[in-house]
């Protein structure tokens, strides 16, 4: 439903509205419309930080790569550079390494684990596994890995909360997302909030605050002009009359502090800014003045609103703005706070999704290793050291999988028998 909709709405059901047709402000006039706004205000008006799930995806691919490098020999281990960007590769380096660079950050794991100090629980693994067969079958689940590491990647680089803060900053704000910043490019209040003739306010919608401003800013004609928004708001900062074009960090500060004394949300989610723009709507859709016939407009207007949005609340005007029609021509509302808010809640639905990406990728990964620990394991009567995975603790079902005493007991499981090979290995915990 538009907000022209609404206004028609309004006025068949014959609902009643604040015409506004006493001469000054006596005070709360507009504080209905200043609780929609402060519903929004209240929404932006907050820091966002964004932390990685905790997952072992880095030492469980840099387990993997390491394996893999090994089983495929030193043709592959010698193209990758564990120390460099593959676009920072000088020759000849940068011509081994051409074919790797889809997948040269896990790579680089592998290589960087073979050079340091524990290189030979991983190499032992070269002569292993015997069949052919199984060595492909160990490439193709370093593939698998290698593929969910890259993937990894790309989500992680979706955890930044910079742009999220940057578009709550600028819907409270606008561009220059600061208190100081909020201004409109002239001080002539009936232009920048809203002119006569139904045109909307050249700077209407540019930010949350200038709205409020625009609202609950006190004209130097009003003389109770600063209670417009409340009847308690009789001191200082809002006592002091506001010119649109100059630096009004109190008052901004002043507002904000006021939206604060209602319910502020914990957190911003998509359902909370709904609710928000559907009471928001609601205000825009009530019909003004004496001819109801002013629409898409906050404040208080005196009769019929001939005069326009801006002095002391008599001669046809009042404190308000009114936006222009052009920002609810569209299927959704286009104000341009409107949509840096609704940017801000998707991207942080973005990073919501890509941490639940994460713990299934974590997933997976250890699902990787176990089989390819498995297969290792498995191919053949000579043993060899046991590979670091992401928990040291044993797993119950996977001690059934080691075929010598020395890997069942490596792996903290209880080898039955007195024969190295041809015993049976069981968790410690099973009698």
């Excluded at 990728?361 to 191919?379: A, E, P």
Aim: aromatic letters at 4%; one cysteine or more; hydrophobic letters at 35%.
């Amino acid at each position: 439903m538009t907000a022209f909709k609404c206004c028609m709405l309004f006025l068949s059901l014959g609902l009643a509205v604040n015409t506004g047709t006493e001469a000054a402000i006596n005070g709360g006039e507009s504080s209905t419309d200043f609780a929609a706004l402060c519903a929004m205000i209240n929404l932006a008006d907050r820091e966002i930080t964004v932390a990685e799930v905790p997952t072992a995806i880095d030492s469980i691919a840099q387990t993997i790569a390491a394996i893999n490098m090994p089983l495929a020999g030193s043709a592959l281990e010698d193209r990758v550079d564990e120390t460099k960007a593959i676009n920072q590769l000088e020759e000849p380096a940068a011509t081994k390494a051409k074919g790797l660079e889809e997948h040269w950050n896990f790579l680089q794991k592998g290589r960087a684990a073979l050079k340091a100090e524990d290189r030979t629980k991983y190499s032992v693994w070269k002569a292993d596994p015997k069949q052919e067969n199984r060595r492909q079958a160990a490439a193709l689940l370093a593939k698998e890995a290698a593929t969910l590491f890259a993937e990894a990647t790309r989500q992680r680089q979706l955890l930044t909360a910079a742009p999220i803060n940057d578009a709550l900053k600028t819907a409270l704000y606008g561009e220059s997302k600061q208190p100081s910043g909020v201004k409109a490019a002239t001080a002539t209040r009936e232009n920048e909030c809203g002119p006569t003739g139904g045109a909307g306010g050249a700077a209407a919608g540019a930010s949350l605050m200038l709205d409020a401003l625009c609202v609950c800013g006190k004209h130097s004609s009003e003389g109770s002009g600063e209670k417009n928004c409340g009847k308690d708001w009789a001191s200082a900062p809002y006592n002091t009359a506001w010119t649109p074009n100059e630096d009004s960090t109190a008052l901004v500060t002043g507002i904000i502090n006021k939206c604060h004394l209602k319910t502020k949300p914990k957190t911003i989610t998509r359902a909370a800014v709904e609710a928000a723009t559907n009471s928001f709507m609601l205000r825009l859709g009530e019909p003004r003045g004496d001819n109801k016939n002013l629409c898409l407009m906050l404040g208080a207007i005196n009769v019929a609103g001939e005069t326009g949005y801006t002095r002391q609340h008599n001669g046809g005007a009042g404190p308000c703005l009114q936006y222009k029609p052009a920002y609810f021509t569209g299927e959704e509302a286009s104000l341009p706070w409107l949509v840096q808010l609704n940017a801000a809640v998707s991207k942080l639905e973005a990073a919501n999704a890509a941490n639940r990406r994460l713990k299934e990728i974590d997933g997976q990964l250890k699902t990787l290793n176990t089989s390819l620990t498995s297969l290792l394991h498995t191919t053949g009567p000579r043993s060899a050291t046991p590979l670091a995975t992401s928990d040291s603790s044993h797993n119950p079902k996977q001690c059934d999988t080691y075929t010598s005493n020395q890997t069942c007991t490596a792996n903290n499981c209880k080898w039955e028998g007195t024969e190295e090979t041809k015993e049976e290995c069981k968790p410690k915990d099973e009698e």
